[in-house]
């Protein structure tokens, strides 16, 4: 039986070390369902089984809780329960997943059991990596979208979406301060004769959010540790979670991989090398948060070791976090999906072949 973790550490004063023990893989060199190319989604079933969405392929499987394949619950197409250029899963509290399909302009609903529900036609007003969006407990879809603003700009909302697909209404979305680089760019920009380009500057601090479906969202502007909790609707902060730590250095190696991958992307279309000074000495001290099931905080800070995945738990009303660590090396973009003691993700092995896992926290000896 697995103890729940708040019963585990906080009765013990001297207990801060938590190490996720490995449950479940699928995935790895093997061919068919168990070879991923591009985790997108995760959503865990139900009695354990797993819905994975792999982004190259168009495909979402279901695999049952040991692990084995059960069967394709979509595939790349244009009819009711196929999908295109779908980036993202959401788990609702009745059970059924819910995936981003912008390229059909829907949203598409699957059972608890994998089979076709509904479609809702929807208006996908942007577009990222992963979809961003979270449901409530009341089964409300919070859906970060841009739309027109004067001058023929942007600004950044929030969709609030009922599950019949009715749009209630935007809330503004709430911006960390980006301390970490005030005015200056924070892109390399290409320009060339056959078009444009731009590409992040490496290890530039840049804002990070986590919803908290209590109604909160957390902000980091990750040039120090500090992460704020705001209240969604009105805006004001309800609680700052500030830790001492010291930076860590870009090893000579990590900036010459991040110099040669900018320096390809950009002679590849013709234009002039960028201004590499720009890149930073330092890393960010916190790679990304995430707000678990209880409410809980999860703050993924940079170490030393990059084999392995660290994070700081806060509790509610924690002064000090409990460090918790992973045996994977996990992506920055894709939010672990954690569940009391347990956390599901998908992590790279050191041929950088995607696999998804499952894992459990147990007290560190």
Request: charged residues 25%; contains cysteine.
């Amino acid at each position: 039986m697995v103890v729940g973790l708040t019963g585990l550490f906080l009765p013990r004063a001297g207990v801060a070390q938590l190490t996720v023990v490995e449950t479940l893989r699928i995935g790895g060199p093997d061919d068919g369902p168990y070879l991923f190319s591009d985790i997108r989604g995760l959503a865990p079933g139900s009695n354990g089984s797993i819905f994975v969405l792999d982004y190259r392929t168009q495909e979402i499987r279901l695999f049952d809780s040991q692990g084995r394949f059960v069967k394709r619950v979509a595939r790349r197409g244009n009819g009711p329960g196929e999908i295109s250029n779908a980036n993202g899963l959401l788990l609702a509290p009745n059970g059924e997943v819910w995936v981003n399909d912008p390229q059909n302009a829907r949203w598409t609903v699957f059972s608890p059991a994998g089979e076709f529900v509904r479609q809702h036609i929807m208006l996908i007003l942007s577009y990222g990596y992963i979809w961003d969006a979270m449901i409530d407990p009341s089964g409300v879809i919070y859906d970060p979208v841009s739309v027109p603003s004067a001058g023929g700009k942007y600004r950044n909302v929030v969709r609030r979406v009922r599950a019949n697909g009715q749009v209630i209404d935007s809330l503004p979305a709430r911006e960390c301060e980006q301390r970490g680089t005030g005015d200056r760019p924070t892109v390399f920009e290409a320009r060339s004769k056959t078009g444009s380009r731009v590409s992040d500057i490496p290890f530039l601090p840049s804002p990070v959010s986590a919803w908290d479906r209590r109604g909160f969202i957390w902000c980091s502007s990750r040039d120090r540790y500090e992460v704020i909790q705001i209240r969604a609707q009105r805006g004001d902060t309800v609680r700052r979670v500030t830790l001492d730590a010291a930076p860590f250095p870009v090893s000579k190696a990590e900036r010459d991989s991040a110099v040669e991958r900018i320096r390809t992307s950009f002679t590849k279309m013709g234009a002039p090398e960028p201004d590499y000074s720009r890149i930073p000495t330092v890393k960010p001290a916190i790679i990304t948060i995430d707000v678990d099931d209880r409410g809980r905080l999860w703050v993924r800070r940079t170490t030393a070791d990059s084999r392995r995945t660290t994070f700081d738990l806060w509790e509610e009303r924690a002064t000090r976090p409990v460090t918790v660590t992973a045996p994977w090396r996990l992506s920055r973009y894709f939010r672990p999906i954690f569940r009391g003691d347990t956390i599901l993700t998908w992590a790279l092995d050191e041929d950088d072949v995607p696999f998804v896992v499952r894992g459990v926290m147990k007290r560190s000896p």
